[in-house]
C-alpha cells in the first residue's frame, strides 16, 4: 500500500519560515519524481516544486529564492523549505510522487496539509 505522509504546516507570520515533510512508503521512492504543490478554494492545483530521480529541481517563478526542495532517498523523504512566507503562499499543500514506465505512469498524492500566512 503506498502512503504519502505530510507534515509540518501550520500558522507563521508573514516572513516567517515553515518545512513541510513527506514520508513515502510502498514505492521505489528513488526511482520518482517528487512534488510539491498547493491549492486555494477556487482555483487549480499548482506546482510549487519539483525535484527528479536524479536531483534536478525546478521552482514556480514565485516561490524562487524562497523555497527550497529536498529529498532523502535513504528515508524516503521530501522536504519543502519554506522561508520568507508570504501571506499570498497560504494554501493546502500536497507532495506528490510520479513515475512514467513503459507502460504507463504512476502518481500519487500525499492528503494535504493546511499553511496558513497571516500576521
Known amino acids: 500500500q503506498v502512503q504519502l505522509v505530510e507534515s509540518g504546516g501550520g500558522l507563521v507570520q508573514p516572513g516567517g519560515s515553515l518545512r513541510l515533510s513527506c514520508a513515502a512508503s510502498?514505492?521505489?521512492?528513488?526511482?520518482?519524481?517528487l512534488g510539491w504543490y498547493r491549492q486555494v478554494p477556487g482555483k487549480q492545483r499548482e506546482l510549487v516544486a519539483s525535484v527528479t530521480s536524479s536531483g534536478g529541481a525546478v521552482y514556480a517563478d514565485s516561490v524562487k529564492g524562497r523555497f527550497t526542495i529536498s529529498r532523502d532517498n535513504a528515508n524516503k523523504t521530501v522536504y519543502l523549505q519554506m522561508n520568507s512566507l508570504k501571506p499570498e503562499d497560504t494554501a493546502v499543500y500536497y507532495c506528490?510522487?510520479?513515475?512514467?514506465?513503459?507502460?504507463?505512469?504512476?502518481?500519487?498524492w500525499g492528503q494535504g496539509s493546511q499553511v496558513a500566512v497571516s500576521s
Open positions: 506528490s510522487a510520479q513515475r512514467r514506465v513503459a507502460w504507463g505512469e504512476y502518481n500519487y
Open positions: 510502498g514505492i521505489l521512492f528513488s526511482f520518482y519524481t
